[in-house]
Every structure is written in C-alpha cells, then in structure tokens.
C-alpha cells in the first residue's frame, strides 16, 4: 500500500501548489505508516520532490501526455496507482487538476472529495475536513470505498519540507490515444498568473475607466503580485475575461488579497474567501467589502494607491 501525489508542472517547473500537495501526501503517508510516491512529467529538477518527503518518484515523457486530454492524464495516473497498490491519490485544485481528479475516481472506483483542508481526522473511518457553501462554511466527510481520491484546496496546507532520499524511474505506460488534437499552445509571459500567486491586486468599477489601470499593475509590479479585477470590469472590456475573479469567475485562495474600488457583492466575496489576508480601498465606508476585509482605508483609490506604492517603493529601496 502507498500514498500516491500527482505533482503537476508547468514549462519544466513544479507550481507551488504541487509542492503543497506533496507535502501533504508526506504528512498522511506518516500518519498512515505507509510511503509516499509522487508522479509527474516532463520536469527539469526534481530534487524539490525529494525536499518536500517524496520517497519514489515517477516521470513520465511520452507524447500522448503533450496533449490537454484529461482522459489521457488520468489513465497515466489509474496505471500508477495501479502499480504502486496506492490506497490514497491525491491532486491540487489547479483547473487541471480538477479536471483530471474525478475522471482517475472513476476509473479507479474511488471515492472523491474536492477541497479537502487538512489531513484526515480519522483514518478508520476515513474522514476527511472540506470547504464547502462557497468557501462559508466546512464539512466532515467520510469516505467508504477502499480506495480514495483527494482534491486538497490551495494554500490550506502550506510547504513542509521534509528531506528524502528518493528513488527515481521512468513511467511509461500503455496509454490510448487522446480524443484531443492539440493544435497549438498560447501562453502569457511575463506576468504572475491569478492562479500561482501569492499576492493579487484586484480592481473595480471605482477605477472608472480602463484608462486608469496603470496603478493596479504598477502596484502588481511592486509587490510582484497578479493583477484581477471584478465581473463588472471584465463585462465592461476593460480587463480581459481571465483576470476575472469571483464566484462566477477564477477562485482565489492567495495570502495577501488587495481589492481596490470593488464593492463586493457576494458572488465576488465567495470566489476570494479563501485568500488569508483581505484589504479593500474604497470610498464608500458601507461597501459590503468591509464586512468581509481583515483590513480597510476608507478613501479616493487615486489618491491612496500612489501613496501606497511610494511608500513601497521607498521600503524595498531600504532593504534591498
């Protein structure tokens, strides 16, 4: 028996994420008395794997995995813990892994739980905490098949390294061919993707204008921070589709989350509740944010965020 981790990478890199999950997977394969096995594609450096407590690692690099074919992943991932006899699969909640997760349940005849936040309260029986109503609320759930499949929300474990030394073979599995014919792959550079940040600077409709947005991503820029905005904004074409965040729109979970001119309707709380530390700057001290903010200033974002990234400015110049 064994704890399997699915550590995914982008452009040979594992996220932050995947080194979450894998410290997780460390922490239950103790608590479990059983070892960890982590598996991934196409990395440069896995050494990071071996830091966080992966005790065998598996790599895969055949074609069939270029594509973005979920069935495709999950087969990879069912011939794994089919392999290594995993009682447990674990996955972060990364879009693709969301995707992928319940497809490798299916397959496996598992159990499946998405944002799960801590390890198991019980192992016999197998109970695991998640979040649940929008983020508003936890529930306890109790897994009943032999085997199980966790999908563990982002930023509620934390990195935890445990330095292993780890075993390291090739995995290359039959699979069948995607239903998926990848044309091509067009990526943003340059910029912290919604998803990988640990900092996101968001604006609203109290920007009035698209005109305005120099500030939000000079202030992104200071901090090293994403850029989002609210549904408003992104309807409006001011900002792309994809920096929409909310409960209709990409979920965040970021430590430190800056909302800047957002009023906050609810379906924007909901997508943003998980993120740790929340301050809002807006003009209208009954904004709805505020009830929802660890921090506020009541006042002109025009006025604030240039104070705010002057003083910025000045402490990393400071401590450089």
């Known amino acids: 028996m ?4 699915f550590a995914e990478s982008s452009e040979g890199k594992f996220k932050k994420s995947a080194l ?16 960890l096995v982590v598996i991934t594609a196409f990395v440069e450096d896995i050494n990071e794997l071996s830091k966080h407590g992966a005790e065998k690692i598996l790599i895969g690099n055949g ?12 087969e990879y ?29 299916a397959k496996l005849e598992a159990g499946y739980v998405s944002n799960v936040v801590d390890l198991p309260s019980s192992t016999t029986p197998f109970t695991v905490k998640r979040k649940a109503f929008s983020n508003k609320a936890f529930n306890f759930t109790e897994i009943k098949t032999d085997k199980k499949v966790l999908g563990l929300a982002k930023n509620s474990f934390g990195l935890k ?51 305005n947005w120099g500030m939000i991503e000079e202030l992104a820029d200071v901090l090293g921070a994403a850029t989002a905005c609210s549904k408003p904004v992104s309807d409006l074409g001011w ?7 909310g409960q209709t729109g990409k979920p965040v979970a970021s430590n430190l989350y800056i909302a800047i001119g957002i009023s906050g309707a609810i379906q924007h709380l909901a997508g943003i509740n998980s993120s740790k530390v929340k301050v809002v700057i807006n003009t209208d001290p ?7 903010a660890d921090y506020g200033v009541v006042g002109d974002a025009f006025e604030v965020v240039p104070k705010l990234i002057e003083k910025l400015k000045e402490f990393k110049a400071q401590n450089a």
Do not use: C
Not at 85 to 98: C, E, H, K, L, T
Not at 183 to 193: F, L, N, P, Q, R
Not at 239 to 245: A, D, L, T
């Open 2 to 5: 064994s704890i399997l981790v």
């Open 20 to 35: 979450e999950v894998v410290s997780y997977g460390k922490e239950l394969a103790s608590k479990m008395q059983t070892n």
């Open 63 to 74: 074609d069939n995995l270029k594509t973005a074919d979920a069935s495709v992943w999950a």
């Open 77 to 105: 991932i069912v011939a794994a813990s089919n392999q290594e006899d995993a009682s447990v699969v674990i996955f972060d909640s990364s879009a693709n892994g969301s995707y992928v997760a319940p497809l490798a349940a």
């Open 161 to 211: 390294e445990s330095p292993t030394e780890s075993t390291v073979s090739e995995f290359s599995p039959e699979l069948k061919a995607g239903r998926i014919k990848l044309e091509a792959v067009e990526k943003s550079s340059g910029k912290v993707t919604i998803a990988d940040a640990d900092i996101v600077v968001s604006g609203g409709r109290g920007l009035k204008g698209p005109e």
């Open 239 to 245: 900002r792309p589709h994809s920096e929409h965040v």
């Open 286 to 292: 009954e904004a709805p944010f505020f009830k929802a």
